[in-house]
Every structure is written in C-alpha cells, then in structure tokens.
C-alpha cells in the first residue's frame, strides 16, 4: 500500500517540469531506451530520472520487462493527472500570448468529413477573414460514439461531432453544446433515370447501386430501417465508404443513390449536380454538437472561434433551414 506522501517536503521541492516531460516520453515510447533516444538522452539518466519519480512518489510508476515498460495502476493515475496539469500550463502560455496579441493564437478542432465538407469551411473563411494571423488545425475523426480519445487526451481544443441521442449516456467529463438538428435525404445524379421518376419509391431503389456509410454508424441504420418499415430488404449492390467526396462523384458519374447529411446538399446540389429523391426516410432528427472537456480551460481564441460558430448558425437558421427543406412525400406504411 503506498505510503501517504507530504506534498511541502516530498514533493513540492522535488518534483520537475523536466522529471514529467521525460515520464511522458518513456510512456510514449514504451521504452527507455527509445525514450532516451526521441529525447537526446542518455538511457541512464532516463532511467535515473524515473528511479527518482518512483521514490519521490513511494509507488512503481512502470513494470519493466525485456520488451519495454507498461505503466502500473499507480503510474496511470499519475499520467491521467500529470496531463491535466501539463495541458493547463500550455492554456497558460496561450491565454499570455493572446492578451500580448489578440491578434494571434491557435486553434485545434476535429470533425468527421461529412462536416468538413457542410457548414464548417464558412465558418473558417470568415473567421479567418477576421483573425489571419490564428493558425487553425482541423483533423478528421469518425464520431460514432461518446470515447473521444484525443479530446480526453487533450489533443483538440473542441470536436464538432454528429451524435445519436442513443449513444449519448451520462459523461462528467464532457460538455456538449447541441448546434442544430438535422436529418438524411436520399440523392442522385440529376441526369440519373431516379431522377427523373416523379413517383420514385423505396422500394423502386432495392436494385440500385447505393452507397453507404461504414457499419453501425448511425446513417447506415437509418436507411436499413427505412427498408424495413416497408417490408422491403436491404439492397445488395453497396459500395461502403466514409469519403464525402466518392459519394458525390459516384452519385455524380452513374446511377448510384446516395444518402447525405442535409446540411451538406448546399455544397453539393450545385457542384455535382445532385437533387433530392422523392422518398420518405424515418422521421428522426440528428444533433449535430461541439464536444468539450468540462473542467478543461479553453483559450480566448478558441472561446471566439465557438462564438463565431454559434453566431453562424443563428444567422443561417440551419435548423430552421432543415425544416424549409423538406420533401413533400407519403408517410410511411
């Protein structure tokens, strides 16, 4: 059992910035060796330093073997909390260089690509307009369901994330912030022969090339339900991707019915020449969300980036817009 520890002598006098820097690097690397070598140390000194660590804390940080190291329980809860604090100190330095310069700053978000390729790009455009001097960082993520391991893991600032509510259980860490809701619609080539079916059903699109999203992601359930309502099975000829853009151009190209996000038949009515089929999908809503850390600091940057978002889709009235929209179609059986 570890001992308890007196933070004042053990330590608040012994414990360094530089002793975590070089924690983190072996629990990267998996290795101390390895470590030493990314950090351009000596393995002695590594291994020292985290000799140090463990008998400042009373507790193993590691197991060692042949292979490498793995972090104990102890080491763990060390890491999870050593992060926090390091994350802290990098808001830190971010909110000093943004009340030296409002003018400057960084922002990492993250976002699957069905929202890179929707309202996202506006939002960026005009807020880079404003503040060129920001760098912003957008990485693509599939949001399926509530792990979010580089949000957790401090690696983004914010992740804007499309969200079942089924998926959506009690989380303390995270704070999530509903910008709109929106719903699917199936779409082809305007120059398609669905296209031009006036009285185009369902069950007329069972032997069409249809593209889907992966497995259990939320869309692809939509459609399997809309299926089964009518009695009807699924279609066999599917091409499965996550790209946006081969659901476009397929759809585009040939004969392929594709079903997108709402909000994204802006962007691609036009460009590719797509138009809404006249069928009926299940009458569900799907919340399209900002993913925060609760208890986790943000920069000014970043809190203007978000109210730039927010404002953006107030102006738009994307919700609103969602509802204008709709397609005058039979209920369902």
């Known amino acids: 059992m570890a001992k308890p520890v007196n933070w004042e002598s053990r330590i608040g006098r012994r414990l ?10 072996v629990v990267q690397w998996g290795s101390m060796a390895k470590a030493a070598k990314e950090l351009g140390m000596s393995q002695p000194t590594v291994s020292e330093v985290i000799a140090d660590l463990e008998h400042t804390l009373g507790v193993p940080l590691f197991e060692r073997s ?121 779409v082809a080539g305007a120059q398609s022969r669905w296209a031009r079916n006036p009285d185009l059903e369902l069950a007329d699109l069972i032997d069409a090339p249809w593209v889907y999203g992966d497995k259990n992601t939320w869309g ?3 459609i399997a339900e809309a299926f089964r309502a009518r009695g009807l099975r699924e279609p066999a000829n599917v091409v499965t991707t996550l790209s ?44 399209v969300a900002t993913v925060t850390l609760k208890h986790r600091t943000l920069s000014p940057v970043v809190t203007l980036f978000l109210d730039r978002l927010r404002a953006y889709v107030r102006a738009n009235a994307l919700s609103r817009r969602l509802d204008v929209l709709e397609v005058s179609v039979p209920p369902l059986a």
């Open 244 to 287: 946006v853009h081969l659901r476009f151009h397929l759809a585009a190209l040939g004969e392929h019915v594709v079903y997108i996000p709402r909000s994204i038949l802006r962007v691609s009515q036009e460009r590719f020449g797509l138009c809404i089929l006249p069928v009926r999908l299940p009458n569900r809503r799907w919340p």
């Open 66 to 186: 042949p292979k490498g190291v793995q972090l104990t329980h102890y080491g763990r809860a060390l890491h999870a909390r050593a992060n926090s604090a390091f994350d802290e100190l990098r808001q830190g330095v971010r909110d000093i260089e943004f009340l030296a310069d409002p003018t400057v700053g960084e922002i990492r978000m993250a976002c699957p690509e069905s929202i890179a390729a929707a309202f996202l790009p506006d939002v960026i455009a005009e807020f880079a307009r404003d503040h060129p001097r920001v760098a912003l960082h957008v990485e693509q993520v599939v949001t399926p369901t509530f792990e979010f391991p580089e949000l957790r893991a401090r690696k983004f600032d914010f992740v804007i994330a499309r969200l079942a509510r089924a998926q959506a259980p009690p989380d303390d860490e995270l704070e999530i912030e509903t910008l709109f809701e929106e719903d699917l619609v199936v």
């Open 16 to 25: 360094r910035l530089r002793d975590l820097h070089i924690f983190f690097g």
């Open 220 to 222: 692809r359930e939509w």
